[in-house]
């Protein structure tokens, strides 16, 4: 978003004025940033506070809720080509209940932290219709269970959102198995796709199963999923 302090722009009134600044005013208004952002909405003593719409010059959408010149309270954040995101901010950030779309129709619905998944929030896979469901901490999940659409689930605790330690296979017919899931980092990919929110490119894992009696095709779709 545009820093007032460095970026000149030109707001223009509800009665049809312009100024070349907001100071003091009170009502709605349009403001054009000299980087092409585009704030159209309320203005309370010159900063925007109320229901706005802004449009970023990389292509990112808002609209929604401002207090004190920041996104606050509720509202669509729609990133340019990356998904979209509808729910509570808090200091410009996701912060609170809300639900991230992304590209591939993958959805995260649940709770946020300081503009990452924190808290307790369900990832659907669009094109499988698993689930992971548990808890979050700083955009990744700790712990919670892998729902398959066929009744298997996984219970336990999880890194890069993939299981890691120890953790329990779950089958239809009331069988359950318990091991442990073995992490194995493999080498880097340059063009690696960056996490939403995270700032790091994922990391390509492979999930070894140990147990008595080892599950070797549970294993296999584990390391087919996307994480």
Same mark, same amino acid.
């Given at each position: 978003?545009?820093?007032?302090?460095? =970026?000149?722009?030109?707001?223009? $009134?509800?009665?049809?004025?312009?100024?070349?600044?907001?100071?003091?005013?009170? @009502?709605?208004?349009?403001?054009?940033?000299?980087?092409?952002?585009?704030? %159209?909405?309320?203005?309370?003593?010159?900063?925007?506070?109320?229901?706005?719409?802004?449009?970023?010059?990389?292509?990112?959408?808002?609209?929604?809720?401002? =207090? %004190?010149?920041?996104?606050?309270?509720?509202?669509?954040?729609?990133?340019?080509?990356?998904?979209?995101?509808? @729910?509570?901010?808090?200091? @410009?950030?996701?912060?609170?209940?809300? $639900?991230?779309?992304?590209?591939?129709?993958?959805?995260?619905?649940?709770?946020?932290?300081? @503009?990452?998944?924190?808290?307790?929030?369900?990832?659907?896979?669009?094109?499988?219709? $698993?689930?992971?469901?548990?808890?979050?901490?700083?955009?990744?999940?700790?712990?919670?269970?892998?729902l398959f659409p066929n009744g298997v689930s996984y219970e336990g605790t999880f890194e890069h959102n993939k299981p890691k330690g120890q953790g329990t296979w779950a089958?239809?017919?009331?069988?359950? =198995?318990?091991?442990?899931?073995?992490?194995?980092?493999?080498?880097?990919?340059?063009?690696?796709?960056?996490?939403?929110?995270?700032?790091?490119?994922?990391?390509?894992?492979?999930?070894?199963?140990?147990?008595?009696?080892?599950?070797?095709?549970?294993?296999?779709?584990?390391?087919?999923?996307?994480?």
């Amino acid at each position: 978003m545009a820093d007032e302090e460095e =970026q000149t722009y030109t707001l223009t $009134m509800e009665d049809g004025t312009t100024s070349k600044t907001s100071w003091g005013y009170s @009502g709605k208004g349009n403001a054009v940033y000299s980087n092409g952002e585009i704030f %159209d909405g309320d203005f309370v003593n010159g900063v925007r506070t109320g229901k706005g719409k802004y449009s970023y010059a990389n292509g990112d959408k808002y609209e929604g809720e401002f =207090q %004190d010149n920041k996104k606050h309270g509720i509202g669509k954040l729609t990133y340019n080509g990356k998904g979209e995101y509808y @729910g509570f901010f808090e200091n @410009g950030k996701k912060h609170g209940e809300g $639900m991230f779309t992304y590209p591939n129709k993958d959805i995260y619905s649940g709770w946020w932290r300081h @503009g990452k998944k924190h808290g307790k929030g369900t990832y659907v896979f669009s094109d499988t219709g $698993m689930r992971l469901v548990g808890n979050w901490s700083e955009g990744k999940m700790t712990d919670g269970k892998w729902l398959f659409p066929n009744g298997v689930s996984y219970e336990g605790t999880f890194e890069h959102n993939k299981p890691k330690g120890q953790g329990t296979w779950a089958f239809q017919n009331g069988n359950t =198995q318990k091991g442990e899931y073995i992490q194995h980092v493999l080498p880097a990919d340059e063009d690696a796709e960056v996490e939403e929110g995270e700032g790091a490119p994922k990391i390509n894992l492979r999930c070894e199963w140990v147990s008595q009696s080892k599950l070797h095709d549970s294993a296999s779709q584990i390391n087919n999923l996307h994480s």
